[in-house]
């Protein structure tokens, strides 16, 4: 079978797996390069970009983790998928290999049909990009619309991504459960009811009694164990499904954008963001609220809404990760000249560096350890479109940051003639 000029970079301190793999590979029309650790690696991706990238886990110099957290923090012409070579349990290898950026596994020792199995997958993953980038290419009439293109394609990238992520997350939600047997509890119990008359004589003298309560003891820990395993699975999914939703409303905006002003409050738009806002978060971050009195203005209610909610959501983040919700963010509303609006959103979190401050609206950019990096790209096309100004400011890590949306308005009385 040929690939169709699909290249391989296979990641391996073994010789001799190394050459077996590259063997299959060959055979099935791939075109194999290989590396013997994740510095190695690096240097290869960056002189020539592979397709796939399939890698060992434990190397020496640098891991496969750590390799491809790297790899996914470099500039490359396309996406890479990764497959992770591990013999580590399944818990193990597919929640720390996922988190760093691989797009699948497969256990040792390895199978040639079950690795060729997971590049022919993979390998529709990668057509899909290829195509939605040329239908991007295709249709960008201009620049901004092709900026839209490339965050649309990204977007549709991560959100499978995302869903792969639910899906192991799931799976492993589903193995936990499965170990959960209860039939051995039960047997114990039912043990229990039949000798209730003697329940005393049966524990200290039966050998089955004598036995009961350390196994009850084990079985108890055998649990908490399972439990633990099961909530921080389910924590994972909340944490993809969150990301989902992220994705969901970039794409939304890219689909829907239009110009459509309405005569809206500017003093209702901002609280009904901060209100959506602070409902649906679990934590107690708390909103300072600082609104001059201003006339009704005519604008696109929509765009607003959107930034002040990703400036807020942003905020509230930082501001759990610096432990720091014990302080408010503050929202102000002013006016700052005869026709100029001022939004700004300050917060304790934090922060951000001065040398980040000039990409952070950058598609891909983010603060976040885990952020994919279109909101606030997002956020500023929006502005942009509004005709507004979009800025950030801090001191510096640790010492929080503002978010100002400046623009043009002109009150809706004026627009009417009055």
Not at 51 to 59: A, E, G, L, S, V
Not at 238 to 261: C, M, N, P
Not at 285 to 305: A, C, G, H, I
């Amino acid at each position: 079978m040929s690939d169709n000029g699909y290249k391989i970079l296979v990641v391996d301190d073994d010789r001799v797996i190394t050459l077996l793999m590259t063997e299959w590979l060959k055979h099935a029309g791939f075109e194999v390069r290989s590396a013997v650790d994740g510095v190695k690696a690096l240097e290869a991706v960056q002189a020539e970009c592979p397709d796939f990238i399939i890698t060992d886990w434990m190397m020496p110099q640098m891991d496969g983790v750590e390799f491809c957290r790297r790899l996914r923090e470099l500039s490359l012409p396309h996406y890479v998928y990764v497959v992770m070579a591990t013999g580590r349990s399944a818990d193990d290898s597919l929640i720390d290999a996922m988190q760093a950026g691989a797009d699948d596994f497969i256990a040792k020792p390895l199978d040639r049909s079950i690795l060729l199995a997971r590049l022919y997958a993979g390998r529709r993953v990668l057509g899909l990009e290829k195509k939605l980038r040329q239908l991007a290419d295709k249709d960008s009439k201009s620049a901004r619309q092709a900026g839209m293109a490339e965050v649309a394609t990204g977007v549709m990238h991560n959100l499978g991504n995302i869903l792969n992520s639910v899906n192991v997350a799931a799976n492993l939600v589903r193995e936990s459960a499965r170990e959960l047997d209860v039939r051995p509890l039960v047997r114990a119990v039912d043990l229990l009811d039949e000798h209730a008359d003697d329940l005393a004589h049966f524990v200290a003298h039966d050998e089955q009694g004598r036995h009961l309560p350390e196994y009850l003891r084990h079985v108890s820990e055998h649990y908490d164990v399972r439990q633990d395993r099961v909530l921080q699975h389910i924590d994972e999914m909340e944490h993809h499904i969150g990301q989902i939703k992220e994705l969901v409303t970039v794409q939304q905006s890219l689909a829907g954008r239009g110009h459509v002003d309405q005569v809206v409050s500017l003093q209702q738009i901002v609280d009904e963001a901060i209100t959506s806002v602070i409902q649906n978060r679990s934590d107690e971050v708390r909103v300072e609220r600082d609104f001059d009195q201003l006339p009704e203005v005519r604008l696109d209610q929509y765009k607003l809404s959107q930034i002040v909610v990703h400036l807020l959501s942003n905020a509230a983040d930082s501001m759990v990760l610096a432990e720091r919700i014990d302080e408010p963010i503050r929202v102000r509303l002013q006016r700052t000249g005869d026709d100029t609006i001022r939004i700004t959103l300050e917060d304790q979190g934090v922060g951000i560096a001065k040398e980040r401050l000039v990409e952070i609206f950058a598609a891909g950019s983010t603060t976040k350890k885990d952020g994919l990096g279109y909101g606030l790209h997002n956020s500023a096309n929006l502005a942009t479109e509004m005709g507004a100004q979009l800025q950030a400011t801090s001191d510096g890590p640790g010492k929080g940051a503002a978010f100002a949306l400046e623009f043009p308005f002109t009150p809706a009385f004026a627009m009417a003639g009055v």
